[in-house]
């Protein structure tokens, strides 16, 4: 988003300071114990959507789980291009990242905007769905407990 970049740059110093706490270090301490641990053997993958917080999450992961694909479910055609951005930086700083990418194609609603809810299903038709399919249907996901 437009206004990420210009946060970003206004709270690295706070970010640089809660990094290097004894707290922080504890808490991702814990994180990598929990995703080593419920992967160890299962055949899965890293959900990312290319944002902040996945990208953290990537980074981890590439580092504890790299046997598993980093993947992208992306909603046609409601994209962010920053993501794309950092997608591709990303993946130039680990070329031995395997990644892939499953699109749902989002359709018009009645009231102007977007949905993956098809025409005659009352199901959520999601690109989850294909990339277990592809990847295995264990995941690890960096979703925020707000969205």
Same mark, same amino acid.
């Given at each position: ?10 709270? #690295?110093? *706070?970010?640089? #300071? $809660? ?5 922080? &270090? ?5 994180t990598e114990l929990v ?7 299962? &055949?899965? *993958? ?12 990537? #980074? ?9 694909? $980093?993947?992208?479910?992306? #909603? ?14 990303? $993946? ?21 905007? *977007? ?6 299903? &009352? ?13 295995? &249907?264990? *995941? ?8």
């Open positions: 988003m437009p206004g990420d970049l210009e946060m970003w740059a206004r709270v #690295s110093q *706070y970010d640089m #300071s $809660l990094g290097s706490s004894d707290a922080h &270090k504890r808490r991702v301490d814990q995703i080593v641990r419920w992967t160890r053997g299962r &055949k899965g *993958y890293v959900g990312v959507s290319w944002g902040e917080d996945s990208v953290c999450q990537a #980074s981890m992961c590439v580092q504890l789980i790299p046997e598993w694909p $980093l993947i992208w479910v992306r #909603s046609h055609p409601r994209e962010n291009p920053d993501c794309f951005a950092c997608r591709d930086a990303f $993946l130039e700083q680990h070329p031995e990242v395997r990644d892939d990418e499953v699109i749902v194609n989002l359709l018009r609603d009645d009231v102007g905007g *977007y949905s993956n809810l098809g025409p005659d299903s &009352k199901e959520q038709i999601t690109g989850f769905r294909e990339a277990g399919k592809r990847h295995g &249907k264990c *995941y690890v996901s960096g979703v925020r407990a707000q969205e």
